[in-house]
């Protein structure tokens, strides 16, 4: 077996070279993006920040737009608060893992990986989740050293859980992960705290329910909660190439229009998933190692069965950052203890990838901002509430809303045709007819 140990001076070298690099890929990721890494879902929040405190939707907690409200009060808009989010949330994850000591290695190469570089530069709220995430595994890793009290082991994971919670509500899944790692280890000293953290935590997304999403949207159930959305077979296959495109380290998106690249995209995924399942069989888990393992796979099997009554996007890397970031660490732990130093091989071969990616589907986010900003100056609209005319939820019309919305962000989405016979009402060739996106290559 193939192992490198480097000495203690040039292994820190390389960790620095390591982080200036992924700090570089993930402003590069959101600058040579036509629209700066955003998306349908980045629109909502960014104008709930804007409007706060009005409440014009509950599809989502108030935990990111608050915090991109708590930075614009700086003076940089909602935006470049995002992405500062996104920063800052990658260095809390180093700062604190190197303080504590507490899977520092491991997370500096699972930070690396493309997918979680696109996370970072995402105007999305599972950047913000990440840290949290990492605090949930600490304080578990003290309940199971005995470095802390009952008492005191209940609070702090009460208190993640429910600050996770307010920020996605998928956090969820971690309270069931929880409870039930807890069960599990039901004859054990610490079960108490895992049982009782993961019931406060499943309590508080009942009250929150109750108290704010229904108050504010009391057809949320009738909305969002419908039966047999899609049948099994399209779950499962989605299923598999979500966990393929997330668990593959160096290309996490796979051409929608199919071909012969994504067996490879795919194939590299299968791999690393049978290689994990073989290492954690075969090697001896810590007690942190199993719950972080435990609580990761509980939280992605909910995802997967929560589509059968709940409308959301199709599993992929995004939605599961939260839940696979643990898996990683623990398979990053392993592979260090096998191959050493070459393991930090792995991150800056996924840095490579999704330099090259990045670079040869490049747009111009700087250049689209301008030209986007004139245009809403010159037709008085900057600081106007706006409507978007789209066809649909599937029309790439959205990506001329979701550029708007990085300079306007009070921009809603209309689907009533006659909406644009009304002057005031944009549409992508109202816009694009009077200015110049330059767009990304793949789409």
Same mark, same amino acid.
């Given at each position: ?22 700090? =570089? ?41 608050? /915090? ?28 604190? !893992? ?34 949290? =995430? ?36 998928? !956090?969820?899944?971690?309270?069931? #992960? ?20 993961? %019931?406060?935590? %499943? ?57 012969? %690249? ?6 590299? #995924? ?8 073989? %290492? ?50 623990? @398979?990053?732990?392993?592979? /260090? ?10 991150? @800056? ?38 409507? @978007? ?55």
């Amino acid at each position: 077996m193939i192992s490198i140990k480097l000495n203690e001076k040039y292994e820190k070298t390389l960790q620095f070279l390591l982080i200036i690099t992924t700090y =570089v890929m993930i402003v590069l990721r959101f600058l040579l993006n036509e629209k700066g890494r955003t998306n349908p879902d980045s629109i909502r929040y960014m104008r709930q920040s804007e409007i706060f405190p009005i409440i014009d939707n509950t599809t989502a907690p108030l935990g990111y737009p608050l /915090f991109i409200k708590f930075f614009t009060y700086f003076g940089i808009d909602e935006f470049w608060s995002s992405k500062l989010i996104g920063i800052l949330a990658y260095t809390f994850l180093l700062f604190f !893992a190197y303080k504590k000591r507490f899977f520092f290695k491991e997370l500096l190469i699972a930070s690396a990986l493309f997918s979680f570089v696109s996370i970072f530069s995402f105007t999305m709220s599972e950047a913000l989740t990440l840290p949290f =995430v990492i605090l949930l595994f600490y304080v578990a890793n003290q309940i199971l050293n005995n470095k802390i009290s009952t008492k005191s082991g209940i609070f702090y994971l009460s208190l993640i859980l429910i600050l996770l919670i307010n920020i996605r509500y998928s !956090a969820l899944f971690l309270c069931f #992960g929880t409870l039930f790692f807890g069960l599990l280890n039901y004859k054990k000293s610490y079960w108490k705290s895992f049982v009782i953290s993961g %019931i406060i935590g %499943i309590v508080f997304y009942g009250l929150y329910k109750l108290l704010f999403i229904d108050y504010f949207n009391e057809n949320y159930v009738n909305n969002f909660l419908e039966i047999g959305l899609k049948p099994t077979s399209t779950l499962l296959l989605e299923l598999f190439q979500g966990l393929a495109t997330t668990f593959d380290p160096f290309v996490h998106i796979a051409d929608p229009n199919g071909g012969i %690249i994504n067996y490879g995209i795919y194939g590299i #995924g299968v791999v690393t998933i049978i290689g994990m399942v073989i %290492i954690f069989i075969k090697t001896k888990l810590s007690e942190t190692e199993r719950f972080i393992l435990i609580v990761s796979l509980i939280s992605i099997i909910c995802s997967y069965f929560v589509q059968y009554v709940y409308s959301v996007n199709p599993i992929d890397y995004r939605l599961l950052a939260p839940f696979s970031i643990g898996i990683w660490l623990v @398979f990053f732990r392993k592979l /260090f203890q096998i191959f050493d130093s070459l393991t930090y091989s792995i991150a @800056f071969l996924s840095l490579m990838t999704g330099f090259a990616f990045t670079w040869l589907s490049k747009g111009s986010y700087l250049e689209n901002r301008k030209e986007i900003s004139h245009f809403l100056e010159k037709e008085n609209m900057k600081e106007k509430t706006l409507k @978007f005319y789209i066809k649909d939820d599937a029309s790439e019309e959205i990506q001329t809303a979701e550029l708007i919305s990085t300079v306007n962000p009070k921009i809603y989405v209309t689907f009533q045709p006659k909406d644009t016979l009304q002057k005031s009402v944009l549409t992508r060739h109202r816009v694009e007819s009077k200015m110049k996106i330059k767009k990304n290559n793949y789409q």
